[in-house]
């Protein structure tokens, strides 16, 4: 097997012992929470390039096929998907660097090892992986955090709920175990989406993430677009489900049982109520057509 190659800029620019932030598209981020919040990051930290992947090594285009741009049947531009490393300095100066782009669908041990090498070239201090989940919870409350890491010594750094379960892995937690390895702090945040609500961005979980990295990574953005956005988001929600009786019913529910349960329980002990007996659903599909204009 040949070895890949990154292709660094020359020279690079001055970075001081940076933070790494980790999103890569295409694992589990509902209500595209994650992306919003690595959207925000690269563009308030003025993030550039500094270095891309070999795609060819890691993606399959049949599943990532490039975006054509016709223009009355002339092909203008051809749109193609990289994994990059961005460097850009959040507002108080602290320096990141950005790892974002698609998640590579192939060689996971090859690619992770790049990246190490990577972080330990660019003397990265730690790192952060951001995800959002679909859960059982109310739109009416700020959205919980959930953490991973393989470091004893972080879980009992952050306030963020912590799981019992097995689940499929992304790539951010094989790093989470390459990094740890080199001395390097990793861990995984993950922010809750309300599961009616997770088939559109969802801007209160991506604001969620970004204060998470503040809490546990000394991250410092305004995001104040962000925020905006999200006070216009729950003025919607909240109009769409004060029109329907069930809608308000099931939002009750899931108040209570968010309100009953301490925020840094494990995911396990939260309250199983009936609520799947309440169409989610149809609120769901009810909220996309809203959030669309379509109704």
Same mark, same amino acid.
């Given at each position: 097997?040949?070895?890949?190659?990154?292709?660094?800029?020359?020279?690079?620019?001055?970075?001081?012992?940076?933070?790494?932030?980790?999103?890569?598209?295409?694992?589990?981020?509902?209500? *595209? &929470? +994650?992306?919003?919040?690595?959207? !925000?990051?690269?563009?308030?930290? #003025? @993030?550039? =390039?500094? $270095?891309?992947?070999?795609?060819?090594?890691?993606?399959?285009?049949?599943?990532?096929?490039?975006?054509?741009?016709?223009?009355?049947?002339?092909?203008?531009?051809?749109?193609?998907?990289?994994?990059?490393?961005?460097?850009?300095?959040?507002?108080?100066?602290?320096?990141?660097?950005?790892?974002?782009?698609?998640?590579?669908?192939?060689?996971?041990?090859?690619?992770?090892?790049?990246?190490? *090498? &990577? +972080?330990?070239?660019?003397?990265? !201090?730690?790192?952060?992986?951001? #995800? @959002?989940? =679909?859960? $059982?919870?109310?739109?009416?409350?700020?959205?919980?955090?959930?953490?991973?890491?393989?470091?004893?010594?972080?879980?009992?750094?952050?306030?963020?709920?912590?799981?019992?379960?097995?689940?499929?892995?992304?790539?951010?937690?094989?790093?989470?175990?390459?990094?740890?390895?080199?001395?390097?702090?990793?861990?995984?945040?993950?922010?809750?989406?309300?599961?009616?609500?997770?088939?559109?961005?969802?801007?209160?979980?991506?604001?969620?993430?970004?204060?998470?990295?503040?809490?546990?990574?000394?991250?410092?953005?305004?995001?104040?677009?962000?925020?905006?956005?999200?006070?216009?988001?729950?003025?919607?929600?909240?109009?769409?489900?004060?029109?329907?009786?069930?809608?308000?019913?099931?939002?009750?529910?899931?108040?209570?049982?968010?309100?009953?349960?301490?925020?840094?329980?494990?995911?396990?002990?939260?309250?199983?109520?009936?609520?799947?007996?309440?169409?989610?659903?149809?609120?769901?599909?009810?909220?996309?057509?809203?959030?669309?204009?379509?109704?």
């Amino acid at each position: 097997m040949t070895s890949t190659i990154m292709q660094w800029n020359n020279p690079l620019p001055d970075i001081d012992n940076p933070i790494l932030i980790v999103h890569l598209s295409g694992w589990i981020d509902s209500g *595209g &929470a +994650a992306q919003l919040a690595t959207d !925000t990051l690269l563009r308030e930290t #003025g @993030a550039d =390039p500094i $270095a891309v992947f070999d795609d060819d090594a890691y993606l399959d285009y049949r599943a990532r096929r490039p975006t054509m741009r016709l223009v009355e049947g002339r092909n203008t531009v051809l749109d193609w998907q990289h994994i990059t490393l961005s460097h850009g300095r959040d507002q108080v100066g602290r320096d990141l660097v950005i790892l974002h782009g698609p998640e590579p669908d192939m060689r996971w041990h090859a690619f992770i090892a790049e990246v190490a *090498g &990577a +972080a330990e070239r660019l003397n990265v !201090t730690s790192c952060a992986h951001l #995800g @959002a989940y =679909p859960f $059982a919870c109310p739109h009416t409350r700020p959205s919980r955090l959930s953490v991973t890491t393989a470091s004893e010594d972080l879980l009992t750094r952050v306030p963020f709920l912590r799981s019992t379960l097995d689940v499929p892995a992304g790539v951010g937690s094989a790093l989470e175990h390459e990094l740890h390895s080199l001395g390097i702090p990793t861990l995984g945040i993950w922010a809750q989406v309300p599961h009616y609500a997770a088939g559109l961005p969802y801007p209160p979980s991506a604001v969620a993430l970004l204060d998470g990295l503040r809490t546990s990574c000394d991250v410092v953005v305004d995001a104040a677009d962000l925020r905006r956005s999200m006070v216009d988001h729950r003025k919607r929600l909240d109009d769409l489900v004060a029109a329907n009786s069930e809608h308000a019913s099931m939002l009750t529910q899931l108040e209570i049982a968010h309100d009953a349960t301490p925020g840094h329980a494990t995911v396990s002990e939260l309250p199983n109520s009936s609520l799947q007996q309440v169409s989610a659903e149809e609120l769901g599909e009810a909220v996309e057509r809203f959030l669309r204009g379509d109704t």
